[in-house]
C-alpha cells in the first residue's frame, strides 16, 4: 500500500511538472484548460452492467499552437498535458499532441496521442505503469473560443507488458480560457 502512495504521489508531481512546464510555442490560438467526466472502461469486460462501470473525471492545459510550416489554415497542432482520475482510484498523468481540424465556423475535430504514467490504485490494472493515450474529440466552438464536445479515447501499454486489457473512456469534456 505505502509502494502505490508513493508512486501516485511521484503521479501527481510529473503531471503538475507538465501542466506548468510550457514548450516553445508560438500564441496561433488561446491557451486554456479543460475540464472532462464521464465513463472509464466503457467496454467493461468484467462489468457487464453500465452501472458498475467507473466514472472519471480530468483536468488538462492545452497550450497554444506550434508554428509549423503552413499546411492549412484549418490545422493546428498543440501541445497538451493533464491529470484524471476513477472512483476506483485509478489515476494518470499524460501529455502529448493534440490536432484540431476546423470543421466550418463552429465544429472542431481533434485527434490526439499521449504518453501517460498510470497508478492502478483498486481500480483496473493495465498491466505497467507506462500506457499510451489515443483519442478523438468533436467539440463545438461557442463565440468566445469555449468548446463543448465528447471525446472517445483508448489507454493501453501497447504490449509492453505482459497484460494489456486496454480500456476506453467515453467523457464529456468543456474547454475554456483565454
Not at 469486460?45 to 467507473?54: H, L, N, Q, S
Not at 498523468?93 to 476546423?102: E, H, I, K, T
Not at 464529456?172 to 480560457?177: D, K, N, Q, R, S
Request: hydrophobic share 40%; proline share 4%.
Amino acid at each position: 500500500m505505502m509502494m502505490r502512495v508513493k508512486r501516485l504521489r511521484v503521479l501527481l508531481i510529473v503531471g503538475g511538472i507538465l501542466c506548468g512546464l510550457a514548450p516553445d510555442a508560438t500564441a496561433l490560438e488561446a491557451k486554456g484548460w479543460a475540464i472532462y467526466g464521464g465513463i472509464y472502461d466503457t467496454r467493461g469486460d468484467d462489468r457487464p452492467e453500465v452501472d458498475d462501470r467507473p466514472l472519471e473525471a480530468g483536468l488538462e492545459y492545452r497550450w497554444p499552437a506550434l508554428e509549423l510550416p503552413k499546411l492549412s489554415s484549418k490545422l493546428s497542432l498543440k501541445p497538451t498535458a493533464g491529470l484524471a482520475a476513477t472512483e476506483d482510484g485509478n489515476a494518470w498523468a499524460y501529455g502529448g499532441l493534440r490536432l484540431d481540424v476546423q470543421l466550418g465556423n463552429k465544429w472542431v475535430m481533434t485527434p490526439q496521442f499521449s504518453i501517460a504514467l498510470y497508478e492502478d490504485g483498486d481500480g483496473k490494472d493495465l498491466g505497467g505503469v507506462l500506457e499510451f493515450r489515443s483519442g478523438f474529440e468533436m467539440a463545438y466552438r461557442f463565440d468566445g473560443g469555449q468548446r463543448l464536445g465528447l471525446l472517445f479515447y483508448h489507454l493501453s501499454n501497447a504490449g509492453f507488458y505482459d497484460l494489456n486489457p486496454g480500456s476506453n473512456s467515453l467523457v464529456l469534456i468543456w474547454g475554456f480560457g483565454r
